[in-house]
């Protein structure tokens, strides 16, 4: 069967394609755990510094494959507390876990634990004629995949439970008005302008941009206190490392930085 993710690694950024597009890229499980390793390996490998995550064909993600939901083909229901555990969960710790910017390019509708994905990823890029729906609530279920943490989070109860509760399509450029992206691109133009973010980010100083997304990601629960000790134990490694002195040196010489990453 055909790869349901495909994987490349060119000039330290992993793209990472969803590949079912015949099914608006929606998860079955061989794409999850398709996902799931491209995201380990981004983990692991130094000469990853970038993720771009985006979709092929005219969807990013529909969330999870319902034809895999059948309820006509009988049996018990599923226990979709498993399904979140084992595959959903793991995917957004990942994601937010990595020490590496992750740019999400959406290049068409996101749906369900789609849209989710997205908004848990660093960099946001949408094409104009993208959608976000929280279409959880036309089947029956809660957002998952992070979503009622992000959408509370960003745009605050009014809009989020709105958005949860009527499942009605946010346009991109909403979206990135009320700050859920960072911005909106034109369609044919999209993944041109995501792939330069993405090497440009992967050409930087690899630890201290991953340091900077663990500060950030961790003054949404911490006291003012708690993050200035924070960035004073960032600002300590940050300040160790390599490129931190070829960065000063590059700006003394009145040259651009060749940062390493390390
Ligand atoms: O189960 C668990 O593990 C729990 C976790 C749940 C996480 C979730 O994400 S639940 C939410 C699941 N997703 C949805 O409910 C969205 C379903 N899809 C749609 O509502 C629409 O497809 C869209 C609004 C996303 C796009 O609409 P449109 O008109 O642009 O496209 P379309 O014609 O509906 O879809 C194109 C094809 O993709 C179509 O197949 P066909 O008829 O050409 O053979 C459609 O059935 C298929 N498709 C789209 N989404 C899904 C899907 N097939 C299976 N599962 C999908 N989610």
Same mark, same amino acid.
């Given at each position: %069967?055909?790869?349901?993710?495909?994987?490349?690694?060119?000039?330290?950024?992993? +793209?990472?394609?969803?590949?079912?597009?015949?099914?608006?890229?929606?998860?079955?499980?061989?794409?999850?755990?398709?996902?799931?390793?491209?995201?380990?390996?981004?983990?692991?490998?130094?000469?990853?510094?970038?993720?771009?995550?985006?979709?092929?064909?005219?969807?990013?993600?529909?969330?999870?494959?319902?034809?895999?939901?059948?309820?006509?083909?009988?049996?018990?229901?599923?226990?979709?507390?498993?399904?979140?555990?084992?595959?959903?969960?793991? +995917?957004?710790?990942?994601?937010?876990?990595?020490?590496?910017?992750?740019?999400?390019?959406?290049?068409?509708?996101?749906?369900?634990?789609?849209?989710?994905?997205?908004?848990?990823?660093?960099?946001?890029?949408?094409?104009?004629?993208?959608?976000?729906?929280?279409?959880?609530?036309?089947?029956?279920?809660?957002?998952?995949?992070?979503?009622?943490? %992000?959408?509370?989070?960003?745009?605050?109860?009014?809009?989020?439970?709105?958005?949860?509760?009527?499942?009605?399509?946010?346009?991109?450029?909403?979206?990135?008005?009320?700050?859920?992206?960072?911005?909106?691109?034109?369609?044919?133009?999209?993944?041109?302008?995501?792939?330069?973010?993405?090497?440009?980010?992967?050409?930087?100083?690899?630890?201290?941009?991953?340091?900077?997304?663990?500060?950030?990601?961790?003054?949404?629960?911490?006291?003012?206190?708690?993050?200035?000790?924070?960035?004073?134990?960032?600002?300590?490694?940050?300040?160790?490392?390599?490129?931190?002195?070829?960065?000063? +040196?590059?700006?003394?010489?009145?040259?651009?930085?060749?940062? +390493?990453?390390?």
């Amino acid at each position: %069967s055909p790869e349901t993710v495909t994987s490349v690694l060119a000039d330290g950024v992993l +793209t990472l394609t969803l590949n079912r597009p015949e099914k608006l890229n929606s998860f079955n499980e061989a794409m999850h755990l398709a996902l799931r390793d491209g995201l380990r390996r981004a983990h692991d490998d130094d000469a990853v510094r970038a993720v771009l995550l985006t979709g092929a064909g005219r969807g990013f993600c529909a969330g999870q494959d319902l034809g895999d939901r059948d309820p006509r083909k009988g049996g018990p229901a599923p226990d979709l507390g498993q399904t979140l555990e084992n595959f959903y969960n793991p +995917t957004l710790r990942l994601i937010r876990s990595l020490e590496k910017p992750v740019v999400c390019a959406v290049n068409g509708v996101a749906a369900g634990a789609g849209a989710n994905i997205a908004f848990a990823c660093d960099i946001v890029l949408a094409a104009r004629s993208a959608r976000f729906i929280q279409a959880f609530a036309r089947i029956g279920l809660v957002p998952d995949a992070g979503g009622t943490w %992000s959408l509370a989070r960003i745009l605050g109860e009014p809009r989020a439970k709105a958005l949860a509760l009527t499942a009605e399509p946010l346009p991109a450029e909403r979206a990135a008005e009320w700050g859920l992206i960072w911005k909106v691109v034109e369609d044919d133009a999209l993944i041109a302008e995501a792939a330069a973010l993405a090497a440009s980010l992967a050409a930087g100083p690899t630890l201290g941009l991953g340091l900077t997304k663990r500060l950030i990601q961790q003054a949404a629960t911490n006291t003012l206190d708690e993050q200035l000790d924070l960035e004073r134990d960032c600002q300590q490694q940050a300040g160790r490392s390599a490129d931190y002195a070829e960065g000063v +040196t590059a700006f003394l010489e009145k040259r651009k930085p060749e940062f +390493t990453g390390k």
